[in-house]
């Protein structure tokens, strides 16, 4: 089974690779695009047919349903898959992380991150919802001191590991960031980066929150030595905004920032605060990023 899988996440980043550069032709012509996610589609069967794996559908389910039954952080078992994404290493256990860590996955949203780290030189980097820690190796590789907040069991194993085989020093913490200190639902997808504390599903473990605020508080971080955020949390972004209200008032970091198309009230957050906001645009992106600064 292990080995089958293997070979499915290596047909699929070629797949991967090519509708990406097909996108990048087809720009935003819906038309050229449709042609492409149809094709994508009838790419994942055929690719289905030759590894001898049936997936049930286009996003590949007996991945996720294998990746299912190792979500019990007691259990030990994980199938890592390697990918290589310039001279950075990862390990992750679904399709959709394999997708995230692609060098060609958020393109444009990287770009900020090269160019905040040529902005301030060095600094603080808080990843909060840090997944298996793309963006937090990413600025830890920079020089940047980086602290990692993934709630997740599976996806924090994989984030520690992860900054292991890259040697990257990053302070990694099992927690969700939210207003206040407690302990939530954390409600399980099907996918290892859309874990979420109000998007709810069948699925749930207990996790604990924190403030950022009060996280900071207890490191003995100064919030002036803070100068990049980047917010992931699906859904629960204003919950999280509140509870970093000092250190925005009075550091003003700059945020990349996932925003769900109910979540504008978090943007007005910011606005308030007198951030500018700059929307980041990516070709079939279901969410939207922004770049906040002052």
């Not at 492409?36 to 055929?46: G, K, L």
């Not at 389910?61 to 990862?90: E, G, H, W």
Request: aromatic share 14%; hydrophobic share 40%; net charge positive.
């Amino acid at each position: 089974m292990k080995e089958q899988i293997n070979k499915w996440f290596k047909w699929r980043e070629k797949k991967l690779r090519i509708l990406i550069e097909t996108l990048k032709y087809t720009k935003s012509n819906r038309i050229f695009y449709s042609i492409a996610a149809i094709s994508d589609f009838f790419i994942d069967i055929f690719l289905s047919s030759i590894t001898s794996i049936h997936v049930k559908s286009a996003l590949g389910t007996i991945v996720d349903s294998y990746y299912r039954r190792l979500q019990n952080s007691s259990r030990k078992a994980v199938v890592r898959i390697p990918v290589f994404n310039y001279d950075m290493t990862f390990f992750v256990t679904d399709y959709e992380a394999l997708e995230i860590v692609l060098p060609e996955f958020e393109r444009p949203i990287a770009k900020y991150f090269d160019y905040i780290s040529k902005k301030y030189g060095k600094g603080v980097f808080i990843d909060i919802g840090a997944h298996v820690g793309k963006y937090a190796i990413r600025m830890s590789r920079y020089g940047w001191d980086v602290v990692a907040l993934e709630p997740h069991p599976v996806n924090y194993k994989l984030l520690c590991f992860n900054a292991k085989v890259n040697k990257c020093n990053i302070k990694a913490l099992q927690l969700a960031a939210y207003s206040s200190r407690n302990v939530l639902r954390l409600y399980i997808s099907n996918f290892s980066g859309r874990h979420s504390l109000v998007l709810r599903s069948n699925d749930y473990i207990s996790v604990s929150t924190e403030s950022i605020d009060g996280l900071l508080n207890s490191l003995g971080i100064q919030p002036y030595s803070i100068k990049f955020v980047k917010i992931d949390v699906e859904g629960a972004t204003e919950e999280v905004l509140k509870g970093m209200l000092n250190l925005l008032r009075h550091a003003k970091p700059d945020i990349i920032i996932e925003i769900h198309p109910n979540e504008k009230k978090a943007l007005e957050i910011l606005k308030e605060l007198g951030y500018k906001i700059l929307p980041i645009y990516e070709l079939g992106t279901l969410t939207n990023y922004y770049y906040c600064f002052q």
